[in-house]
Every structure is written in structure tokens, then in C-alpha cells.
């Protein structure tokens, strides 16, 4: 499950787009659909994301936050113990869209 916490804490203020960018880079990449928005590559590697906001819009539950993750996915060879080909790493990128719950800072992340 991810929780949003900071970024829910600092809704409303200046620093509301900083708290939700370190957040979210800083959520385990397999609570987030970047295997699924993998577009040149096989696997998501295991190196830092990058958050860009898109759009931001509450409701009277949540703080929706769409966002554009660029990231990092490799396209492994055949593990035969002769394959030559080495580990090769794409940049992605794909859209997803953060639904925090402004009660709990409970958070869904849905690829777009």
C-alpha cells in the first residue's frame, strides 16, 4: 500500500509539489505500474524515477495528482550462460495518476 502522508500534510501549502515529487520517488517501484508502462524494455530497473506534475485537482475525498514518471527499463538477454548480450537500459516514461485519500493518506496509483 503506499501512503502519501507528507504530501497530504503539506496540501495547500508551497511546498505541496516538492512533498508529493520526493514522495512518490522515494515509493517502492513495485507499488507503482511501471512494469506495466513499459513501452521499449522488459524489466524496470532498480534506479531512481524522476516526477513531473501534470495536474492536480481535489475532490471533496481526494487530491487526485497526474504525473509523468520517467524512469529506467532494461532489456535483459536470454540468461543462457553463453548469451553475449549485455544488461541494456531504455528510458521510459508513462503517466499515472496518484488518487490520495484526504483522510488517510491511503493512495492509489493508476497507469493512465
Not at 495547500?12 to 515529487?21: R, T
Not at 543462457?80 to 537500459?89: A, V
Request: hydrophobic share 35%; proline share 4%; aromatic share 6%.
Amino acid at each position: 500500500m503506499i501512503e502519501l502522508s507528507h504530501t497530504l500534510e503539506a496540501w495547500g501549502s508551497p511546498d505541496f509539489e516538492n512533498a508529493l515529487k520526493d514522495e512518490i520517488a522515494n515509493t517502492d517501484t513495485a507499488l507503482l505500474p511501471l512494469q506495466q508502462g513499459l513501452s521499449k524494455s522488459s524489466h524496470v530497473s532498480e534506479g531512481d524515477i524522476s516526477v513531473v506534475i501534470l495536474d492536480v485537482t481535489e475532490t471533496s475525498e481526494f487530491i487526485r495528482a497526474k504525473t509523468g514518471i520517467i524512469y529506467a527499463g532494461i532489456i535483459a538477454g536470454s540468461c543462457c550462460e553463453d548469451d553475449p548480450t549485455p544488461l541494456s537500459e531504455q528510458t521510459e516514461y508513462c503517466e499515472v495518476q496518484f488518487d490520495i485519500n484526504k483522510k488517510t493518506a491511503e493512495t492509489t496509483a493508476t497507469l493512465l
